[in-house]
């Protein structure tokens, strides 16, 4: 069913629409993630039986599929490239000709060094992003995250070079514990759902709803939440989403894209007072260490996107469904994409 205001306060609280039946115009379905079977998955313990899962996924979809390599200047993707053929294709985002996160080129060329892997650049800017950005929209059904058109060109530079399916390190926040910030306490559950709303809808709608609902059922002893359960039954899916939307529009001859840490799976629970004691990802920090003995861990960095500089003049949101005269100083960069695309997308399908 059509519910124009529900997607939009949908999209700016968790970056999707989170209900499957409801949708911002007739005709229009927005699209969602397509996550590895759960029973699938490989049980892991150690570092040595994530290394073992690791090999022996790259070896059975090597065989008959180029792979390419989205190598960042953090250890996930890192320790996914240390497993895959020399020669390999690896691509590293590089903004605003090289002056946005230069030590992340830096430890991406020796990562790719490390395993002889042919790093290419993929030079992002806002020509970029215009450039992609509707085909992203019209594919989802929706506005889209930031990262996405970035991810979109990659893979279309990814194609122009023979590969047919992309490595992306999605998963290995979510499965060895990298989101350090959620899993930093227990969580009350008020306090948890301003942490996890993106950008809040009455700060900017006219006619915001409520997305209540959809925190209510991990509500727990009255003022607690089960951040942990909704982290794997409702965050998961905005994460994977972002990729698998971008590669399916660039076209990959094989889709969504793989993930090796995605296919693997902890036998325990995750050691909480390690990781808030400040050894996020304890176990991909050791398989790195493995892979890259002389190298430093490199600390946990998102995916760049640099929406403080493509933003930082624009004068907010100008349709009805926005309240008028926002304060543009008191948003953040990626609050201010989420305006934005939202208003780029009313205006095409709205």
Partial sequence: MVDKDYCMSSYLTFRCIFDDDKEFAEGLHHSKDIPFPEDKKVVVNTAKEVAEAYKAAFEEKEKDTKLGIMLSGGMDSATLAAFMKPGTDAYTLRFIGGEFRGEDLRRAEQFAAA????LHYVDINWGVVERNVNALMEKKGAPVHPIEPQVMEAALQ????????????DGSDL?????????????????????????????VLKDPVSMDHIFAPYRIDGDKIDYLRFIEEVFTHESSGVFCNACITAGMKYTPYFDPSSMVKLGTPLDLQRIRNGESKYIVRELFRMCYPDLPIPEKVPMPRPVDYYFKNWGGPVRPEFKEGLDMNKFTGNQKWQMWCLQRFLNIYC
């Avoid at 990814?158 to 390190?169: F, R, T």
């Fill in 115 to 118: 395993y002889k892997l042919n």
């Fill in 158 to 169: 990814a194609q122009q070079d023979g590969v047919e399916m992309l490595v992306i390190a």
């Fill in 175 to 203: 499965v060895f514990g990298g989101m350090d910030k959620m899993l930093s306490r227990d969580w009350l559950y008020d306090d948890w759902v301003e942490f996890l709303t993106f950008l809040d809808p009455q700060l």
